[in-house]
């Protein structure tokens, strides 16, 4: 088996497993069973993205200097501390420190699995096949996602501290696999640099980078401003379904669904490679816009399809952005790069999570 696929699959491994803890498909519905209202989690969400904000362009660039592979190992550390905070710590407060672990966890996650798998690749002049990784990888976090929120119902009934410490446990198993990873040849080749230059001239290529080019400027806002209805919508739907007359039961099924709207997406953006991203974001707004429209109407299975629409649409033209941002970008600031496309979706993310919980919470 050639080295490249060894490395896919344990990223493949790694993301599966960290997507299908249960605490964290449906920490909504652990909080509003607890007894928080919408809008302390629309402001939960908010502290999620101010943290990221501050620390996702910092932790790429650390990806691109200290390692891709040490970074992982650090993100799933954070996952750790947050479990460890939110079943310890059951105040609000414990609550925000908890999130604010967990966007650490994403901080030096985002940037960091995608430059390892695309570098792998170039290494073998395999870069063709980051499409088909791409696109698995969607289908793999919708899947154990879906499959987690399913038993969103197990959640609940073991309560917040035991679906933590699965958390905990799934985690520690994330840095076994982390740790047979082998490291980039371009982050390896770097090692006799000093530290303070090597960050100095990653950060300095990526300002000069993104400073010249308009077009993956507006490709980033546009991926940004889809993922973030789609991200929010399938938020609320988990507190606004049961609001709709939906048992414990049927909820964990109806967010599945839901969920597998991503895989029909990924699908579709293997189909959609001759459409122009311009029309390709048009269309993807509209579904998603649908989708909102959707979650008002008080009727399951039409707020069902509509977070079905929205992460057809997200996933769709979100593996579009990924594989044309990553053509385009230098391997030896490739994690910093990718994190401007989170810090970006952060700061949609700060400006419509309140105004999404005071919306959701009328």
Known sequence: MPHYKKQ????????????ISIAGAAWVLLLVTDGYSLVQIGLAETIFHLVSITAEIPTGTLADTIGRKKCLIISSLCTIASAFTRALWTTYAGV????????????FFTGSDNALAYDSLLEEKAT???DGYVATQTVIYRVANGVATLAAGIAVMIGNFYSQLLSVVISSVQILVILSIKENKVIELRRNISLRARIRDTVTESRNFLSGNRKIRLLIFRNC?????????????????PMAG?????????????????IIGAWASTRAKGMKFGRLFTLSMILVSSGFAASFTGIPLVMT???FLAAFADDMIQIRADIEINGMIPSSSRATLISVNSFCFSLVMIVLSPLAGIVFGL
């Open 8 to 19: 896919l699959h344990k990223l493949y491994a790694f993301n599966a497993l960290g997507n």
């Open 96 to 107: 925000l420190i908890s999130i604010a672990f967990s966007a650490l966890s994403y901080n």
């Open 128 to 130: 063709d096949r980051y």
């Open 225 to 241: 401003l889809v993922g973030a209805v789609d991200i929010l919508l399938l938020f609320f739907l988990q507190a606004k379904l």
């Open 246 to 262: 939906v048992s414990d039961i049927v909820l964990g099924p109806l967010l599945f669904i839901m969920s597998m709207g991503g």
């Open 305 to 307: 399809l509509g977070g």
